[in-house]
């Protein structure tokens, strides 16, 4: 079982940068499949940026090149560093963990078993 609790949202103008932290408390946390998913109000929630338990990562197209995903095994840590935003990545960002799913690189939220509570990143032009 894992409890994640994410940290870093905030406000940023268009083309500013931030980056979002998800500190876990999990037992055998480095064989976790980790990943960033976001939520914008009325829509569904997107899988964004994942890393398995060897470092291999896989994003979505729509942050692909601007959003870079890590995690620090030593600190029971997970991140997101955001750069180029648009006002479009306005939403909530919520981390999620699972262990070994065989089609974590498809991004799809069911593959996750734990959840943090949600970080709200608003973006303006």
């Known amino acids: 079982q894992a409890q994640l609790v994410e940290s870093g949202g905030g406000s940023a103008q268009a083309g500013g940068s931030l980056r979002l932290s998800c500190a876990a408390s999990?037992?055998?946390?480095?064989?976790?499949?980790l990943a960033w998913f976001r939520q914008a109000p009325g829509k569904e929630r997107e899988g964004l940026a994942a890393i398995d338990y060897v470092g291999d990562t896989v994003y979505a197209d729509s942050v692909k090149g601007r959003f870079t995903i890590s995690r620090d095994n030593a600190r029971n840590t997970l991140y997101l560093q955001m750069n180029s935003l648009k006002p479009e990545d306005t939403a909530t960002y919520y981390c999620?963990?699972?262990?070994?799913?065989?089609?974590?690189?498809?991004?799809?939220?069911?593959?996750?078993?734990?959840w943090g509570q949600g970080t709200q990143v608003t973006v303006s032009s």
């Open positions: 999620a963990a699972g262990f070994s799913p065989r089609k974590w690189r498809l991004l799809q939220k069911g593959d996750f078993a734990y």
């Open positions: 999990a037992y055998r946390y480095s064989l976790y499949t």
